[in-house]
């Protein structure tokens, strides 16, 4: 059974920085497309960071590029979210996904729980 599992969410100011952690377990994500999604009140779940297996730099959309890294340690079977100079429009839930194919196309396969992450103004 396959388990993606984040932590590292919270509350912070505007301006601070978290880094969210997803330990993937029950099959190796190694060769596969990974993200994380994100949704706020009230809005619709949206992709706010990819890393595809191939070359290629990974996914961000204007919203969080610059402030947003995500990167993986195959080793450990992790993708992490590195986010900086976060804002109050950051606050969602944040899920990471997994893809069962090398690109971030389409629906993910694999969801997380999610974590939430606030920021205060």
């Known amino acids: 059974q396959v388990q993606l599992v984040e932590s590292g969410g919270g509350l912070v100011q505007a301006g601070d920085s978290l880094r969210l952690s997803c330990a993937a377990s029950g099959r190796t994500f190694s060769t596969n497309a990974m993200g994380w999604f994100r949704q706020a009140p009230g809005k619709e779940r949206e992709l706010a960071a990819a890393?595809?297996?191939?070359?290629?730099?990974?996914y961000y959309p204007d919203s969080v590029k610059g402030r947003f890294t995500i990167f993986r340690d195959n080793a450990k079977n992790t993708v992490y979210l590195q986010m900086n100079s976060l804002k109050p429009e950051d606050t969602a839930v944040y899920y990471c996904a997994g893809w069962a194919g090398t690109y971030y196309g389409g629906r993910p396969d694999y969801w997380g729980q999610g974590t939430q992450v606030t920021v205060s103004s």
């Open positions: 890393i595809s297996y191939s070359s290629g730099a990974p």
